[in-house]
């Protein structure tokens, strides 16, 4: 792992400032959300992926790109989370605009 992060730090890095304006910009995001059914499939999925990397069934290069994008996706969600939390907490400090008379 510790390789993994000294040869891709700068894709790591992008990963996380990627994920903290996403998680920015969620907050205010009016489309429809992800159907339930398909919630559901893809975290399976990534279930299945993460289970794959951990018992190492994915050799060589495959394997170390696995392991890679799951670290990436990871860092991306901790963005995501974070960056909603700052959104959430300065539009929280924010005082209400006087009413113009």
Known sequence: ????????????LASLLLGL???WIAVVHRARGVPKRLAWAL???????????LARVVP???????????????IYLV???VGSWLRDWVVWRTPPAKPVP
């Open 79 to 81: 963005g995501c989370a």
């Open 43 to 53: 975290a399976v999925l990534a279930a299945v992926l993460l289970g794959l990397a």
């Open 21 to 23: 304006a996403m998680g």
């Open 60 to 74: 060589g290069r495959a394997g170390y790109w696995l392991e890679l994008w799951l670290t990436m996706f990871a």
């Open 1 to 12: 792992m510790a390789t993994l992060v000294m040869f891709n730090w700068g894709w790591l």
